[in-house]
């Protein structure tokens, strides 16, 4: 069982090493905690609440192991996921795909009306997730990714508020 909870500032040690393990440009602890301060972010987390020994006391009440998190900044009408990430051991298991539907939950009453992003062409994973949630491709970006150099696919969807 897992919930999903606003980023909090206890999160972000385990949400910055599940970075460094999935990508070659990881967002850093000091780069996370900025989002904490930024009006223009919303950055959800999917917090295990079935291990109880995986719990630690954090001095915001009890919280268990990050299973994942989707981040995302919004301008006006339009918000940019700047990353979806889950842990290894929890994926295949719907998560990422319910973080970005929580994200959409959220996002579409403060009138948001498209969500964009990139992703690295090779993707195969998130490609899939992210057209199985209705996101299509709108752009392209020439070498955008670097380490390795790599073509981005810019993807996006039209949301309606409810
Ligand atoms: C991509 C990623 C976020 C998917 O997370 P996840 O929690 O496993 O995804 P879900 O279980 O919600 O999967 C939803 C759908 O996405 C697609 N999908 C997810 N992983 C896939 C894979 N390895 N191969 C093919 N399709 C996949 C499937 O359509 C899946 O639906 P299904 O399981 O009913 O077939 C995860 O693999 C990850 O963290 N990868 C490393 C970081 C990354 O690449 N992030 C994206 C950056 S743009």
């Known amino acids: 069982m897992y919930k999903i909870t606003p980023l909090k500032h206890h999160h972000i040690p385990e949400i910055a ?13 000091a780069a996370l905690g900025g989002e904490l301060e ?15 020994a995986a719990q630690t006391k954090t001095g915001e009440g009890e919280t268990g192991t990050v299973l994942g998190y989707v981040g995302s900044q919004t301008c006006f009408e339009e ?17 990422a795909r319910a973080l ?24 195969d994973a998130a490609i ?22 790599e073509d981005a696919l810019i993807l996006q969807k039209r949301i309606v508020s409810p």
């Open 38 to 52: 930024n009006p223009l972010a919303l950055w959800l987390v999917a917090e295990d609440e079935g291990n109880a």
């Open 17 to 29: 090493a599940l970075e460094a393990a999935a990508f070659s440009a990881p967002w850093d602890e």
């Open 128 to 149: 899939a997730l992210y057209e199985g949630l209705g996101y299509t491709q709108v752009g392209l970006r020439k070498g955008y990714y670097e380490k390795p150099r």
């Open 79 to 95: 918000a940019d996921i700047l990353n979806v990430c889950t842990a290894p051991a929890a994926r295949r298991r719907g998560l």
């Open 100 to 123: 970005m539907l929580e994200l959409e939950a959220q996002l579409a009453p403060k009138g948001v009306e498209r969500i964009t992003l990139e992703v690295r062409a090779s993707n």
